[in-house]
């Protein structure tokens, strides 16, 4: 009887030894990796939304660039028409 009790103690206190563990050795670093994710994805959508705002200004520059560019080629080709 009295063996029989002991081994419940043993088997609640090393429950409890790894339940302690894992709230106070696991759950942090799994909580920190998790926030740490969440901060990567975060930046890197900034990221990537900048990207995109910055190619979306370039490709109008560009644009405005290529009609002045034509224009100029028009107005040149034209030059050598008339000589």
Avoid: D
Avoid at 46 to 69: H, I
């Amino acid at each position: 009887m009295l063996v029989g009790i002991a081994r419940i103690f043993t088997w609640l206190a090393g429950s409890s030894a790894f339940v302690l563990f894992i709230y106070y050795f696991l759950l942090p670093i799994i909580s920190q990796t998790y926030h740490a994710c969440r901060a990567l994805r975060a930046h890197q959508s900034g990221l990537m939304l900048r990207l995109n705002e910055s190619l979306a200004t370039f490709k109008e520059k560009q644009a405005q660039c290529f009609v002045n560019l034509r224009c100029i080629k028009r107005s040149q080709s034209a030059q050598t028409v008339i000589r």
